[in-house]
């Protein structure tokens, strides 16, 4: 059920009960995507789940996986979960040897593909192959773990791709992925954002399609100021 105003909220399924995943995943039906990360404990100090598991949760879904691979050699792994029929497969630019390559891969496979960037990595390198990509993830934390703080200091940088993919007519989705809740979504929005990872500002509401509504108006009503 996507947002006419063109702002999507992704709730991140780590911070959902991972022991009652269907109750869970029925719980935001009103999302745009769940957001699902896998992490192999090299890349990022953190291990989640494999293509098993994201298999699993793509045939109890209501809503299209928006997958974030925290992984070394995507150029391997990444083809797999678009074969499962993820709708879109994200990569991290700092793990990849040739993401115009690899995201070409994913979208004749048929997944939208995306590309993340880590806190500190510069995204002026992306700006002449903006194209090749349906999004581009600008992290708001330092990957691997969830609940940790906002970074404001993050906003320049997508404040310029944004900019950029303006200038260019791009029509690249910018998805921020870290801390975003209704006390900091209005920042990311103003900053060029258009899709919005949440954990627990949706998973921990008594009413996560309501949260998720709130979140949308929120970043719609800032982007309009």
């Given at each position: 059920m996507s947002d006419p105003t063109g702002f999507r909220v992704n709730p991140s399924i780590l911070a959902a009960d991972?022991?009652?995943?269907?109750?869970?995943?029925?719980?935001?039906?009103?999302?745009?995507?769940?957001?699902?990360?896998?992490?192999?404990?090299?890349?990022?100090?953190?291990?989640?789940?494999?293509?098993?598991?994201?298999?699993?949760i793509q045939q109890t879904s209501p809503v299209p996986l928006d997958v974030h691979l925290m992984i070394d050699a995507p150029e391997r792994w990444a083809p797999e979960y678009a074969e499962l029929g993820a709708?879109?497969?994200?990569?991290?630019?700092?793990?990849?040897?040739?993401?115009?390559?690899?995201?070409?891969?994913?979208?004749?496979?048929?997944?939208?593909?995306g590309v993340a960037v880590k806190p500190s990595t510069p995204v002026d390198g992306l700006y002449d192959v903006l194209d090749e990509f349906d999004q581009i993830l600008v992290m708001t934390v330092e990957p691997g773990f969830g609940g940790q703080s906002f970074m404001p200091e993050t906003m320049p940088k997508l404040r310029a791709l944004s900019e950029e993919a303006r200038r260019r007519g791009s029509a690249v989705w910018l998805q921020v992925?870290?801390?975003?809740?209704?006390?900091?979504?209005?920042?990311?929005?103003?900053?060029?954002?258009?899709?919005?990872?949440?954990?627990s500002a949706v998973f921990g509401s008594d009413d996560p399609d309501a949260a998720i509504r709130s979140l949308r108006a929120m970043?719609?009503?800032?982007?309009?100021?």
């Open positions: 991972f022991v009652n995943m269907q109750a869970e995943l029925a719980r935001i039906d009103g999302a745009d995507f769940v957001h699902v990360d896998v992490m192999d404990n090299h890349f990022v100090p953190n291990l989640t789940f494999g293509s098993q598991m994201v298999g699993r709708a879109s497969v994200t990569f991290h630019l700092e793990a990849a040897a040739e993401p115009v390559a690899l995201a070409r891969r994913l979208r004749e496979i048929g997944a939208r593909a992925d870290g801390g975003i809740s209704a006390s900091t979504i209005a920042q990311a929005s103003e900053a060029g954002a258009d899709t919005f990872v949440a954990g970043a719609s009503r800032a982007h309009r100021h």
